[in-house]
């Protein structure tokens, strides 16, 4: 596990990056997302929930929620763009010699509501988690 200071540090270098980038570059959260992510049905079977049941150390500073376990650094940044409230949320894998960054998110408008911030963190840590555990396989 990485230490407090290469963690900011992963972080101060995915920020400069995604300065750079235009907002096409990122997973925009919509409808046509949301439904491919099977996340629409809000009345479903608790059975097949995808949301965040790991356990993270949770750290809390003004510009960003920082959630870190063995598997995953997530980054949760609350901006404003174009006058409007949106949230980055930036998932990173742990365990490497650095954090490396595999997914930024963006929920803005209707979509940028803890609820929805949640689950698709949920399922997304999901997919990798999978996806993961499937090219370990592979490499056997």
């Known amino acids: 596990m990485h230490s407090i200071n290469v963690i900011e540090k992963s972080f101060r270098k995915c920020i400069k990056k995604l300065s750079h980038l ?8 919509d409808l046509k997302l949301l439904h491919h992510l099977d996340l629409l049905h809000f009345h479903k079977n608790r059975d097949q929930d995808f949301g965040v049941t790991r356990y993270f150390q949770v750290l809390e500073t003004a510009d960003k929620i920082t959630m870190i376990n063995e598997e995953f ?14 949230t ?7 365990g490497r ?10 929920l803005s408008g209707v979509y940028n509501t803890p609820h929805l911030i949640l689950n698709v963190l949920g399922k997304f ?3 990798i988690q999978e996806n993961e555990e499937f090219l ?3 490499q056997i």
């Not at 235009?22 to 959260?29: A, R």
């Open 22 to 29: 235009n907002p096409e570059n990122f997973l925009n959260v």
């Open 73 to 86: 650094i997530v980054w949760i940044v609350p901006e404003i763009i174009d006058n409007k409230n949106a």
């Open 88 to 94: 980055y949320i930036m998932i990173a894998l742990n």
């Open 97 to 106: 010699k650095e954090p490396a960054l595999e997914f930024v998110i963006l």
């Open 125 to 127: 840590l999901f997919e």
């Open 136 to 138: 370990a396989k592979l």
